[in-house]
């Protein structure tokens, strides 16, 4: 499946509760959405597999890819088009050798150090991130605003997508870092109309 990351919308139980996972994701991709990640820290691993099955269903004919987030046994199991790993789920080569070469393999970055330790050869993208500080992810390291993220990027082997209390007027500044697009929660999932929400950010790329 195609990569293309100028919008990749990043999934969060209660955020999508308004709407229901499966209806805020269709009108996020009616919106424009390139990317789907589905994350949830809490559900169990059989219930990961119905959620990203029912994703799967609602985006069959899109184009669009669904990425599971950090459990490598959900992507299998559901037949998903990749995942998405941080620095501390496990090992990357392990990874792509359980999901094959065609699978999308995501790896979330914060630091030069991280950089520098990496296989872009496993790897096919980077999220980079968080750009700003925000509620939709606990435990996140020190944000990085435009500067850090445009130095991040430069040092880049691979395409990345830039994350973390992005909205839509953060759109062209971000992309001018170097990234190749976005990824956001709150600013898609957590809004009244998902579907114009995700148009927001492309209209202003
Ligand atoms: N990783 C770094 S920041 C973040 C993740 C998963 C959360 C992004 O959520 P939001 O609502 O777009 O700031
Ligand atoms: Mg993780």
Sequence with gaps: MRLDLSLYLVTDRGLCAAHGLVETVAAA????????QLRDKHASDDELVDQARRLKAVLYGTGVPLIINDRLEVALAAGADGLHIGQDDGDVAEARAALGTEAILGLSVQTHDQ????DPTAL????????F???SKHDHATPLGFEGLAALVAASPLPSVAIGGLKAEHAAAVRAAGVEGLAVISAICGQPDPEAAARAFLSRR
């Design 29 to 36: 991709v009616r919106g424009g959405v390139t990317l789907v």
């Design 115 to 118: 950089l520098a330790r990496l």
């Design 124 to 131: 096919d993208y980077l999220g980079l991130g968080p750009v």
């Design 133 to 135: 500080a925000t509620p």
